[in-house]
């Protein structure tokens, strides 16, 4: 019997959805996906598995799905473009499927440049939303591009990212609205630390009726010191730290930072639940992946729902 | 270096606004050193060429100066930062050939114009050398 | 227009070095523009070569020569007279100028002495942009005239990214975000309806799609 994306049918039955971040190692070990799982089963719905982030090599996306599904989460494959043209993009979309992953969210990826391959040619034969619209043609017509038929579509729930904090910002919710018609299902946001932004960004896509049409989960990021919301403030593109977060990390003793991250990252939790239209929250702990447990269970998400 | 400029073959490219009578001040000095200076009167160091740097060395001079009216002071606003630019560049293409860059320098003339090239030309003649002979003559010469 | 820089001195060098007699060209057109190939470039590479063969004692002549255009024959042919004087031409051309004096003298030794880089605008005095990728299916009628395929550091055509912050490129932030160009662009010009829809992916074919890529036309020929 064919499985079902545990995240559709956590959000189908209006439930607040919980999904984190997994990064696969710099390195060919399976166990540190295996225990990164473990770490995360029981407390999300889905996982999400980076591709390459930040432009950097790991163990691929896919074989970490792969293992993930093995070990009875249901995993997230991120894909993204800049590392394959559509060929391989499609087959590994059929791959996917194949190996019983059920979800995608589908990227254009952060520039080579960033990375440790910076001498990388950036392919970007087709950018994220053509790949969302790819995605949903395959499924949902049994299609690849130019028209040719699939034996058996892909059966996957498509996602996309959405960044509120970038400019321009008051196109941001047009593009939303784009990713929306391409086919996207659900959204997963950039980190939201700036929530009067955040909601301002909310209130467009209400405005358009996108709400509605797909669902929409909060990025989450602890912050684990003062330091680091410096950094991110300062150095990571399309990234809205505002200062009164930067000054209330600040304000406790350096080991009680994590402790004050944290605190954030719950509250934040709490404040998404009440904006209509946010159906759930991504929680992106880099390197993190225990802390996960407890934002769940203080935001008071745990136990998650069986569906 | 102990040496002076004075053994050098001296090419001097400046802007003559910085002496309306450079024609006559220069004569004396061309007379006793002959070959050994070259005077090149533009209407304004801006119109200086990296080109006319290379030929000048590739010709035989040991150094170069290019003498600018001073700052703020350029007849045509910003002639002399066009030239301070054009040196630099031409610097870094001897570099890259092995000679060095100081076989190029850019004067100011002093604040107060005008002044006597001749008697600027001679102040330089004075200094310490930086440099001694070229490479590209010295082979050849 | 084509547009290069010169290659560093010691690399022109290694590629000249087995050679007595060079001859320097230069072409008048694009690269006589960016001021990286024109007579000016060739007079001051001629001269810094002849200089450091001089200095190094090396007995090596080096002639200078420019042609209005490096990439055709009509233009090429004034080499034809003088060419077999030389060992090798050192060309300032672009890459399709280089090619093209080979193949009209198919014996002749030729190196390059530029890298040809883009094919942009001179935005303004001593500086250069690239905002055209030649490739072959122009989409700028769509896109307020900013290619987002060049200008877009990863060619989206269903942009902005994720990490355009204050109109500026993440990935260089002297560079200008093409898509809050293109969005303020068509904002100004009332057609934000543009960007509605969603853009298929490119026909890269028109641009690699079966190697180097020709234009034929009947009516030009003789």
Not at chain 1, 147 to 161: M, N, Q, R, S, V
Not at chain 3, 202 to 209: R, T
Request: aromatic letters at 6%; glycine letters at 8%; charged letters at 25%.
């Amino acid at each position: 019997m064919m499985t079902e994306s545990r995240l559709k049918k956590v959000l189908q039955s209006g439930n607040f959805a919980v999904t984190a971040e997994c990064g696969p190692p710099k390195g060919a070990d399976p166990e540190v996906i295996k225990s990164k799982g473990k770490i995360l089963k029981d407390y999300v719905d889905s996982v999400n598995v980076t591709d390459n982030q930040t432009g950097v090599v790991r163990l691929c996306s896919l074989a970490a799905c792969a293992l993930l599904k093995a070990e009875g989460l249901d995993p997230v494959l991120q894909m993204v473009t800049r590392d394959r043209n559509r060929i391989a993009l499609q087959s590994d979309v059929l791959g996917a499927s194949a190996l019983g992953i059920r979800n995608i969210l589908c990227l254009s990826g952060d520039h080579q440049s960033f990375g440790n391959q910076p001498q990388a040619k950036g392919v970007f034969d087709i950018d994220s939303i053509q790949f969302v619209q790819t995605v949903r043609t395959m499924r949902d017509a049994g299609e690849v591009i130019g028209g040719d038929k699939l034996t058996e579509p892909p059966h996957l729930f498509i996602g996309a990212a959405a960044n509120p904090f970038a400019d321009p910002f008051k196109y941001r919710a047009a593009r939303l609205a784009t990713k929306v018609d391409a086919g996207a299902e659900f959204i997963q946001t950039q980190c939201i630390y700036n929530l009067d932004r955040f909601k301002q960004w909310m209130d467009l896509v209400r405005d358009s009726g996108l709400d509605s049409k797909v669902y929409i989960l909060g990025g989450i990021t602890p912050l684990k010191s003062a330091r680091m919301a410096e950094y991110m403030a300062k150095n990571v593109a399309g990234m809205d730290v505002p200062e009164e977060i930067i000054n209330r990390m600040k304000s406790v003793p350096a080991k009680e930072q994590r402790q004050e991250g944290v605190k954030i990252a719950v509250e934040t939790v709490q404040a998404l639940q009440a904006i209509k239209g946010v159906h759930g929250v991504h929680i992106m702990a880099i390197e993190w992946e225990d802390v996960v447990q407890q934002i769940v269970q203080e935001a008071k998400l745990f136990p998650r729902p069986q569906v | 270096m102990d040496q002076k400029n004075a053994g050098l073959n001296i090419s001097i490219f400046f802007c003559q606004q910085i002496d309306p009578n450079q024609d006559v001040n220069r004569r004396a000095l061309e007379r006793e050193l002959g070959n050994r200076i070259r005077f090149f009167p533009l209407p304004c160091s801006g119109r200086i060429d990296s080109l006319h740097l290379m030929r000048a060395l590739e010709s035989g001079a040991d150094k170069v100066y290019v003498i600018t009216c001073p700052e703020g002071a350029c007849h045509y606003r910003e002639g002399n930062m066009r030239a301070r630019k054009r040196v630099a560049y031409t610097q870094g293409l001897i570099e890259e050939i092995g000679l060095e860059g100081e076989r190029l320098e850019l004067i100011m003339a002093p604040a107060g114009l005008p002044v006597n090239i001749d008697e600027l030309a001679r102040d330089l003649l004075s200094s310490e050398a930086t440099t001694g002979p070229s490479p590209v003559r010295g082979k050849t010469a | 227009m084509i547009t290069a820089e010169r290659k560093p001195i010691s690399e022109i060098k290694e590629m000249i070095a087995p050679y007595k007699k060079i001859l320097v060209v230069g072409c008048g057109s694009c690269v006589a523009e960016c001021a990286s190939g024109g007579e000016k470039e060739v007079g001051l590479l001629a001269s810094a070569l002849r200089m450091d063969s001089k200095a190094s004692g090396k007995d090596v002549e080096i002639k200078e020569m420019t042609l209005d255009r490096q990439c055709v024959y009509e233009f090429i042919d004034q080499l034809t007279d003088v060419v077999d004087q030389y060992d090798v031409i050192l060309s300032l051309g672009c890459g399709a100028g280089v090619q093209a004096v080979a193949e009209v003298f198919p014996k002749v030794h030729i190196v390059p002495a530029l890298n040809t880089t883009f094919i942009g605008q001179t935005k303004e005095a001593g500086l250069w942009i690239e905002n055209c990728r030649g490739c072959g299916d122009c989409k700028l009628g769509f896109f307020a005239a900013v290619c987002p395929v060049t200008r877009c550091a990863k060619g989206l055509f269903n942009g902005p990214c994720g990490g355009s912050k204050t109109d500026r490129c993440e990935v260089d932030p002297d560079v200008p975000c093409a898509w809050q160009l293109i969005v303020s662009r068509l904002e100004d010009m009332g057609r934000l309806d543009l960007l509605c829809k969603v853009h298929p992916p490119a026909d890269w074919s028109k641009q690699q799609g079966k190697g180097p890529r020709k234009i034929y036309r009947e009516d030009q020929r003789s």
